[in-house]
């Protein structure tokens, strides 16, 4: 029910902020939305992560990086399209996820939270200075015609390439959410989610579990890696500011809410995109998930303060 | 036997609970009664694989599952009915009863069998079948976990305290239902509440301080002098 609530809360902040910007340039409309969509399509995966293993996975972005640079080499050695890496990439996350998890997480699971934050953030601090070691700190881009299409309506110019995440995330919101209620393996990871001794004592195999959903959420980050190098620029460090606002955007849906990751996604891409349309303000649109996290922290402590 | 305990030890840190137990299920059923924390969830545990054997040795079914993994002995035919009921509070009755199913081999291919003999026994979980279980009362939740362990077509069926919390009403009821299912599948149950039991029951057992006290036919515990001054309350 407060689940509920706060989904609605968070669309419906999401749509207000969404109509006035539009009134007043619709541009920062267009970018936000797209930008939410980038947003969204990262942070899906983790809140899966959160929702049924119960670990904040702090190395999540820079799994990403490391899908994005897999990609890069594969693509300059071959000359295909980043696109056509998208499933492979998933592919080989989703493996890398599956031995990083059988090897490490699995046995942080009954350990305090502050330990298993520290293993996921060192695997991410290992990722992202690995890949700074063998590949150095320098810039990689792979330019793509396709993504500078763009489209022009009356005086209104702007890219539609980037509208790929904001499918890409629906896609994956309703994805999820079928295979979660509708398929028997869905519901077992669900069950093992609310209540792992219960599930193991109809025959789940919590384990098992466990390590499936924390691949299929690196296969889909890793999807998203191929995907964000059509786009974007990449380099070790890419992928940090990505795992904190991914936390974010969890943080303010709540636990295993994947509706509220779309509108929270909504409520940060256009909150930057609005300060970006002032040159004053730019440099503030980095740090606005960290006033938003503010927010939804102290919301919670006055409302814990009441009841 | 279906199920076979031979001195059973197990505990928790260094505090022994069980200091081996010797217990048995055929084709019947079966009480476990005794104080609380006499160790009867503690033996109800150690036998789902919940928690794991210090010694001794669990048989069912001719296999050797002592310390095996939860999910492998539930597969192996033995449901249970927890006495924290342990369901799937954000899902459906209809879901929880689904799971109960579907990853054991007795129940495969008879879901819709098991399914109309549940709702047959709980008819409330029909009118509730699209409900979410957690708001759901806590009787309602105790029928939700015995119509979900009857869903996996059991070879036994443990029941831990399946009366806790429910109106001495329903109680009744749900014995009078449990002595209906004995003719088909073999229960080892725990009760506080001996005297309704007793009625439901082939044998009983007590367990005291880890070890078993007494055991004997519900006839036989029912005349004898120390269950009925400490259990039945006369
Ligand atoms: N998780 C646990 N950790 C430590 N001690 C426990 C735990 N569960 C039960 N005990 C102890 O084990 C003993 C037996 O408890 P239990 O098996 O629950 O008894 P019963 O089900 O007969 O009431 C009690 O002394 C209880 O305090
Ligand atoms: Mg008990």
Redesign the interface.
């Known amino acids: 029910m407060a689940m509920k609530r706060r989904t609605t809360i968070l669309v419906v902040l999401g749509l207000a902020a969404a109509f006035l910007v539009a009134l007043w340039k619709p541009t920062v409309l267009i970018y936000g939305v797209q930008q939410a969509g980038l947003y969204a399509a990262i942070a899906i995966p983790m809140g899966l992560v959160l929702g049924i293993v119960h670990i904040v996975n702090l190395a999540h972005g820079e799994f990403m990086m490391v899908a994005a640079y897999a990609t890069y080499f594969a693509c300059r050695a071959t000359g295909l399209d980043p696109l056509l890496a998208v499933l492979p990439s998933a592919a080989v996350t989703a493996l890398l996820g599956w031995v990083v998890y059988k090897l490490t997480i699995r046995r942080a699971l009954k350990a305090p939270e502050l330990n298993q934050l520290i293993l996921t953030f060192g695997i991410g601090i290992l990722l992202s200075q690995g890949v700074n070691l063998l590949f150095t700190s320098q810039t990689r881009k792979i330019s793509l015609e396709y993504v500078s299409a763009s489209m022009t309506i009356g005086e209104l110019s702007f890219g539609v390439w980037p509208f790929v995440f904001v499918i890409v995330a629906t896609a994956m919101a309703v994805g999820l959410k079928l295979f979660l209620t509708r398929t ?1 393996t869905g ?2 990871a ?2 093992v989610g ?2 792992p ?10 384990d098992r579990t466990y390590g499936l959903v924390f691949a299929l959420a690196m296969a889909l980050v890793g999807g998203m890696g191929a995907l964000f190098l059509t786009r974007s620029a990449i380099f070790p460090g890419v992928g940090g500011p990505f795992t904190m606002k991914s936390f974010c955007l969890v943080a303010m849906a709540g636990i ?1 809410n994947i509706p509220g990751i779309l509108g929270a996604s909504l409520l940060l891409g256009l909150s930057e995109s609005f300060l970006r349309a002032f040159r004053e303000l730019r440099g503030w649109a980095d740090i606005i998930f960290f006033v938003l996290i503010i927010v939804v922290i102290l919301g919670r402590s006055l409302k814990g303060r009441k009841s | 036997m279906i199920l076979d305990v031979k001195k059973l030890e197990t505990g928790y840190g260094r505090l022994r609970v069980l200091t081996g137990v010797d217990l048995s299920v055929g084709r019947e059923s079966v009480g476990l009664f005794g104080p609380n924390g006499a160790g009867k969830t503690t033996l109800i545990n150690t036998i ?1 694989g ?1 928690n794991k054997p210090w010694s001794g040795v669990v048989t069912f079914d001719g296999q050797d599952i002592g310390g095996k ?3 492998l002995v ?2 192996a035919g033995i449901a ?1 009915v ?1 006495q924290e ?7 459906s009755v209809a ?1 929880n009863l ?3 199913a ?3 081999p007795r129940a495969a291919g008879i879901g819709k069998r098991q399914l109309d003999m549940v709702l047959q026994l709980f008819p409330i979980l029909k009118e509730r079948y699209r409900q979410l279980v957690g708001t759901m009362s806590g009787g309602q939740q105790r029928m939700v976990a015995i119509g ?1 362990a009857l869903m ?1 077509n059991p070879l036994l069926l443990i029941l831990d305290e399946p009366s806790l919390g429910l109106q001495p009403s329903i109680v009744a009821e749900v014995f009078e239902r449990l002595a209906r299912l004995k003719k088909e599948i073999a229960i080892l149950v725990t009760e506080q509440n001996v005297r309704e039991s007793l009625k439901a029951i082939d044998r009983g057992y007590v367990l005291e301080n880890g070890a078993v006290a007494l055991r004997d036919t519900a006839e036989g515990l029912a005349k004898n002098p120390h269950v009925v001054s400490a259990y039945l309350g006369i």
């Open positions: 028997t519901k077992a669900l069950a609310q209540n001794r219960g599930a193991a004592i109809v025959g789940i195999d919590v295993g | 789902m919940i993994a939860t999910h539930a597969r249970l927890p009921r342990e369901l799937f509070p954000g899902m879901d689904e799971l109960g579907a990853y054991v979900r996996a």
